[in-house]
């Protein structure tokens, strides 16, 4: 987060400002966030406006209650002046090689049905063979550099183009994205929900996106598509690590589709 002052180009926030800036994203108020954290309103008020510097202790406490990204926390500390808390090693590193291998053969179990895991953004980071089998037929610029889960399902090209039911899964995705955002304030998904929603198909959903739509929702919302073994209805779901302190296990989720009916797991076990 930055700040732009006439005269002296770009600063960088304090830390009174990312917190009232997460404050206000959360919806609390000065007194509802002090009595949470056991601290007075006027000290909170004094933290906001720069009159006070926390202590590492009370910025991990407020950030804590407010739910910030290990990342975030990590940015918090330093504007307060204090050394990051959480460690944040790519999924590459040589540290994280039992959690990659652990990962990996959850998602090599899945199979035949698709699973990836996929970082905040839902760029796609590991993936089982069913998962890579979705993927024949998309356009090379979708799937590199690096791909990514709304842009892959929702772009023309992808497999938006071979979803029977795109209106319902498009908003699926929509909202699960937007609800991301909210959550981690992460400036590469606005840009990719910024790409995706002037996609042509998604653009024509806005009338469906209104509210009102799902007032009596479905218990689930099923990706149904078309495939060489027929149409295939598959559900989600999401997993997430715990008991993070690293920024990307924070950041990591596992999806994993499994067949919404029987004819779809005979498909994809080749039961025929």
Not at 9 to 14: D, L, M, Q, S
Not at 179 to 186: A, N, S, V
Not at 198 to 217: I, K, Q, S
Request: glycine share 6%; net charge negative.
């Amino acid at each position: 987060m930055t700040t732009t002052t006439a005269g002296s180009g770009t600063r960088r926030a304090g830390v009174g400002e990312l917190l009232r800036d997460w404050r206000n994203r959360r919806n609390r108020s000065q007194l509802d966030l002090s009595l949470d954290v056991g601290v007075s309103a006027r000290h909170l008020s004094f933290v906001e406006t720069g009159r006070s510097t926390p202590s590492p202790e009370l910025v991990l406490a407020l950030a804590d209650h407010l739910e910030v990204p290990l990342r975030e926390r990590n940015t918090m500390l330093l504007a307060a002046g204090y050394a990051p808390r959480y460690s944040h090693r790519p999924l590459d590193d040589d540290a994280m090689a039992t959690v990659r291998a652990s990962l990996q053969r959850m998602l090599d179990a899945h199979d035949p049905y698709p699973g990836v895991v996929v970082d905040r953004s839902w760029n796609v980071l590991l993936a089982n063979q069913a998962a890579f089998a979705f993927t024949d037929g998309v356009p090379d610029h979708l799937l590199t550099p690096t791909m990514n889960v709304f842009r892959l399902c929702l772009h023309p090209e992808g497999l938006a183009a071979r979803t029977v039911n795109f209106a319902d899964w498009a908003t699926y995705l929509l909202r699960q994205m937007r609800r991301t955002i909210q959550l981690t304030d992460d400036a590469d998904l606005r840009a990719v929900e910024d790409e995706v929603r002037a996609y042509p198909n998604v653009a024509e959903l806005d009338e469906v996106l209104a509210p009102g739509h799902w007032d009596d929702p479905p218990l689930l919302v099923p990706l149904t598509i078309t495939s060489d073994a027929g149409e295939l209805s598959m559900f989600t779901t999401l997993t997430t690590f715990g008991t993070p302190l690293d920024v990307t296990l924070d950041e990591l989720s596992l999806e994993l589709f499994f067949p919404a009916d029987d004819a779809t797991s005979r498909a994809m076990r080749g039961d025929g």
